[in-house]
């Protein structure tokens, strides 16, 4: 018999900030905020160079995704 898809959990704007907020570094801020922004995998943050970033087009290029390949994600503004 098949099982329900359940959907997953969606933070609260609220929820997104004090977790942000909860870290103390530098660092492990930015790789939350751009995990939850440009909807990445740990992997896919753990990847990252500054050279994939593409700020005029606001992309980030993500090399060793999912499967092996490369997309490219969206950028948020106020990242």
Same mark, same amino acid.
């Given at each position: ?8 959990? =969606? $933070? #609260?704007?609220? @929820? ?10 530098? *660092?492990?801020?930015?790789? $939350? #905020? ?9 992997? @896919?943050?753990?990847?990252?160079? =500054? #050279?994939?970033?593409? #700020? @005029? *087009?606001?992309?980030? *290029?993500? @090399?060793?995704g999912k499967g092996g *390949? ?9 990242l």
């Open positions: 018999m098949a099982q329900p898809r359940n959907l997953p959990v =969606v $933070l #609260s704007r609220d @929820e997104v900030a004090r977790l942000l907020n909860a870290t103390t570094c530098l *660092r492990h801020q930015a790789a $939350l #905020s751009i995990a939850y922004g440009a909807g990445l995998r740990v992997a @896919e943050v753990a990847a990252l160079r =500054v #050279s994939d970033i593409d #700020s @005029e *087009r606001m992309l980030l *290029r993500v @090399e060793r *390949r490369y997309r490219n994600a969206m950028l948020p503004a106020d």
